[in-house]
């Protein structure tokens, strides 16, 4: 299958610092890529889709001045945590979709721990 | 507004035991449905199915698909301890519109006991 990388796997941070994860397709192009939000013991929780070179479309709720989405090429898709918070603690699993294919490749995540 | 809902929510299970898991949805426009499995990071990807009655399988899991019902199955054979994990199905949208981005279960937890 395709490969998805995401990075950094885990990081720790200050509260009111900026964090940037990035999510890479590594063996194609994605044209649609995903953000999600698990919560311990729960399931995905869609943030936003990103399409490449446009704007991402943000779930009810998700604020998007907080969690900004570049997408700036067929292969990179960035998600930066602003001014985090302890609260915003979390697992963040990106996937990413190539052109006309169901099928959702996921990155392998990053934990991000905000003391 | 899509839907899916899976069950159990969680089962404890002995080595050797057969487990099914249970996926039903309510979605617009059904084009497919995906299983996937999650341990400690990512959901891997296990199946996608889209046809009704036709069983997938890999190794000693299998899947099928009844779209007269909505609703899928995952059986797990002979059971091993490697398998406790979360098991995750999901089904994207019909639509470009949609960005096929996947509406979730909320995920079965199986853990398998020695």
């Known amino acids: 299958g395709a490969v998805v990388s995401q990075h950094p796997s885990r990081v720790i941070c200050k509260s009111g610092t900026s964090v940037k994860i990035e999510c890479r397709s590594l063996d194609f192009q994605a044209t649609t890529m995903f953000w999600y939000r698990q919560f311990p013991k729960q399931s995905l929780m869609l943030m936003a889709t990103s399409n490449e070179g446009s704007k991402a479309t943000y779930e009810q709720g998700v604020e998007k001045d907080k969690f900004l989405i570049n997408h700036a090429s067929l292969t990179l898709s960035t998600l930066t945590v602003t001014s985090a918070h302890p609260e915003d603690s979390s697992f963040y699993i990106c996937?990413?979709?190539?052109?006309?294919?169901?099928?959702?490749?996921f990155g392998q995540g990053t934990r991000l721990t905000v003391v | 507004e899509d839907k899916v809902v899976q069950s159990p929510l969680s089962l404890v299970v002995h080595e050797g035991d057969t487990v099914t898991l249970n996926c039903s949805y309510e979605v617009t426009n059904f084009r497919s449905l995906l299983w996937y499995k999650q341990e400690k990071k990512a959901p891997t990807f296990l199946f996608m199915l889209?046809?009704?009655?036709i069983e997938k399988k890999s190794g000693r899991l299998s899947s099928i698909l009844d779209k007269k019902e909505l609703f899928s199955i995952l059986n797990i054979t002979a059971t091993q301890t490697g398998d406790s994990a979360v098991y995750l199905c999901a089904v994207p949208p019909r639509g470009k519109a949609a960005g096929n981005k996947l509406t979730f279960g909320g995920g079965t937890r199986v853990l398998v006991k020695p």
């Open positions: 889209t046809s009704s009655g």
């Open positions: 996937s990413a979709r190539a052109h006309g294919s169901t099928e959702a490749f």
